[in-house]
Nanobody, 126 residues
């Protein structure tokens, strides 16, 4: 059974930084692309960014490009989301997700990911 456990959320002032972590167990982590999504109340979950299983590509949503960085440690079975220059509009629950097929390029569609973490709240105050 695949488990994804996120940590690192919290309250930060605008312009600050946070790093989210997501530890994966139950599946060969290095075979799978990983994604980060976020969701605000009453809205759909939206793509933030992803990292290919090989680590060779990291697509991002336009809204976070240049501010957020995704990385992975295949020894620790962990994917990270480094968030810099945070804005109040970045406030959301952040989810990590594992792509449903191994050795594939990540996509921006949440339905292509079959395992999800519990989410961690990020709040950015102005």
């Amino acid at each position: 059974q695949v488990q994804l456990v996120e940590s690192g959320g919290g309250l930060v002032q605008a312009g600050g930084s946070l790093r989210l972590s997501c530890v994966v167990s139950g599946r060969t982590f290095s075979w799978y692309s990983m994604g980060w999504f976020r969701q605000t109340p009453g809205k759909e979950r939206v793509f933030v960014g992803a990292i290919k299983w090989s680590g060779s590509s990291t697509p991002y949503a336009d809204s976070v490009k240049g501010r957020f960085t995704i990385s992975r440690d295949n020894v620790k079975n962990t994917v990270y989301l480094q968030m810099n220059s945070l804005k109040p509009e970045d406030t959301a629950v952040y989810y990590c997700a594992m792509f449903g097929s191994r050795w594939r390029e990540p996509t921006q569609q949440s339905e292509d990911y079959d395992s999800w973490g519990q989410g961690t709240q990020v709040t950015v105050s102005s």
